[in-house]
């Protein structure tokens, strides 16, 4: 009883060697978006510059592959991809784990700053309650 | 010996040959524990200045901490049991102790064997002890079977690498000379993991350590750091990772103050 799958229709675009203009313009849409958000939260200090670095370049790097489409076709190419999507992806994600990273080594590099900082504000404290104490 | 007098800590002279000697204890809400363990200190030890690293505790420590005398170095908030100690052992370096003794809050350590976990240091034959709470059969039988087959684990990894017996690795009942505390103090302490890594990372820097019989006591109140199943199966793989990293690194050296 089971109803024949339908056909799997094709899509246009997966394979193929070019974007449609229409996808071109949705993929550069969204990433000036996000690059204006970058901008914007590093204008009000959210974002220091030097951590904006990484998402500003994967911004650019995303309209550029949008625009060149070649460019994209050569890396699906290069990585032994089939399709495309599958290049894009795999870059996503290695952009993704560059970013944790980068977020991991600046927690650590914090972790250690704010304890060195406790410890010296906990270490003056007891100072300065003996020094009003006048005891040695 | 006698002559004590709380608010001249500075005069104060340890029993043995008279060194100024402090004794660090690390708290997190141990109110309940604390005034016993002062009192048992006033008794055994009354020479040996007494700190308190508060460790963001919750409840009244730092209060019952001062009525048993002790002084006060008081974390603006929870940082883990090896910031604890380093500050108290920082404390010490700064302050020109010549022996720094760590005791836990809770009563797990004996104060009445701090002359035994201290003697090799006095004597000059090692610069940290540990007092080890597997001293005699009868002790051997505390703890979870998975906690004492982690030592036995952790121990013989330590022997195999440096070549010294210490069937008590994890103890935090030491003794910490002089000599040894320019390794605490510096960047090499793994304050954020502290344990056997440290006694590799001593051996690797030339600091001498030994472990003696101590005793312990069960805990009364409070959480063990490493109770449970799981916990103890991930501290040992935690542990070893520690272990390999610190056979990565360059060896420890004493620098210029940092």
């Known amino acids: 009883m089971n109803p024949p799958l339908p056909e799997a229709a094709n899509p246009p675009s997966v394979a193929a060697g070019h974007l449609t203009t229409h996808q071109q313009v949705v993929v550069v849409v969204l990433s000036v978006l996000l690059l204006l958000f970058i901008v914007h939260m590093v204008r009000r200090r959210a974002i220091r510059e ?66 060195r900082l406790s410890q010296e504000l906990a270490l003056l404290n007891e100072r300065l309650e003996r020094t009003e104490r006048k005891e040695p | 010996m006698n002559g004590r007098s709380e608010q001249n800590p500075a005069a104060l002279r340890t029993a043995s040959g008279g ?27 009354p020479d040996f200045d007494r700190l308190i690293v508060n460790d963001g505790s919750t409840d009244r420590t730092i209060e019952v901490a001062r009525a048993g005398g002790a002084r006060v170095v008081s974390l603006p908030f929870n940082s883990g049991y090896g910031c604890a100690v380093k500050t108290g052992l920082i404390y010490a370096e700064r302050n020109g102790y010549d ?30 002890v540990l007092g080890n709470r597997y001293g005699d059969a009868a ?17 013989t990894l330590l022997r195999l690498l440096t070549g010294k017996r210490v069937s008590d690795p994890m ?14 103090v510096s960047n090499n302490f793994p304050e954020d993991y502290p344990d056997t890594n440290v006694l590799l990372m001593l051996h690797r820097a030339g600091i001498r350590f030994t472990e003696v019989p101590a005793v312990f006591h069960a805990r009364t109140t409070g959480q063990s750091m490493h109770g449970g199943l799981l916990r103890p199966l ?21 620098e210029s103050k940092p």
């Open chain 2, 234 to 254: 991930l501290y040992w793989i935690r542990a070893t990772l520690a272990i390999l990293m610190v056979l990565l690194r360059p060896k420890p050296r004493k």
């Open chain 2, 99 to 128: 022996l720094a003794v760590l005791l836990d809050a809770d009563g797990q350590h004996d104060p009445s064997s701090i002359p035994d976990v201290t003697r090799p240091v006095l004597e000059g034959t090692a610069d940290v």
């Open chain 1, 50 to 115: 030097e951590y904006s670095v990484l998402w500003l370049a994967a911004g650019i790097l995303v309209v550029l592959a949008a625009v060149f489409y070649s460019v994209t076709l050569a890396l699906t190419h290069l990585f032994g991809a089939v399709a495309p999507t599958t290049a894009v992806f795999l870059l996503s994600i290695l952009f993704l784990v560059v970013l944790n990273i980068q977020i991991t080594v600046v927690l650590s590099r914090q972790t250690t700053q704010i304890h």
């Open chain 2, 19 to 45: 060194l100024r000697a402090l004794i660090i204890m690390p708290a997190l809400n141990e109110e309940k524990t604390l005034g016993a363990v002062l009192d048992r200190l006033q008794e055994t030890c």
């Open chain 2, 139 to 155: 002790r051997r039988a505390q703890g979870s079977w998975l906690q004492r087959t982690g030592h036995k684990y952790l121990s």
């Open chain 2, 171 to 184: 103890s935090g009942f030491q003794a910490i000379s002089r000599r040894a505390l320019w390794f605490y």
